[in-house]
Nanobody
Framework: QVQLVESGGGLVQAGGSLRLSCAAS????????MGWFRQAPGKEREFVAA????????FYADSVKGRFTISRGSAKNTVYLQMNTLKPEDTAVYYC?????????????????WGQGTQVTVSS
């Protein structure tokens, strides 16, 4: 089973940028779509972005569209989330997840493997 490890989180001021990475160990996830989700304190986990297995199809939550970009590394065992123009409401623990299929999906139940998460805090 693949293990996913997120990195790149931290504290940033509003308007700043961060780049999250998700690396796989155990095997690559090149055949599956990948997604990023986030969970803020006291809130349910929500979808952020997804990318299909080949990297040519992406899907974003309305709240991050135009500010965040999801991409896959050339080695197919890393996925990134570039976050620009960050807002305090983006503060959350961010999780990467491997889908059960190759197509994008915003639904958490379409994802089989999850990382442990990385904290992103945006100060105002």
């Amino acid at each position: 089973q693949v293990q996913l490890v997120e990195s790149g989180g931290g504290l940033v001021q509003a308007g700043g940028s961060l780049r999250l990475s998700c690396a796989a160990s155990g095997r690559t996830f090149s055949s599956y779509a990948m997604g990023w989700f986030r969970q803020a304190p006291g809130k349910e986990r929500e979808f952020v972005a997804a990318i299909n297995w080949s990297g040519d199809s992406t899907f974003y939550a309305d709240s991050v569209k135009g500010r965040f970009t999801i991409s896959r590394g050339s080695a197919k065992n890393t996925v990134y989330l570039q976050m620009n123009t960050l807002k305090p409401e983006d503060t959350a623990v961010y999780y990467c997840a491997e889908a059960k299929y190759g197509r994008v999906s915003p639904r958490s139940y379409d994802y089989a493997n999850w990382g442990q998460g990385t904290q992103v805090t945006v100060s105002s």
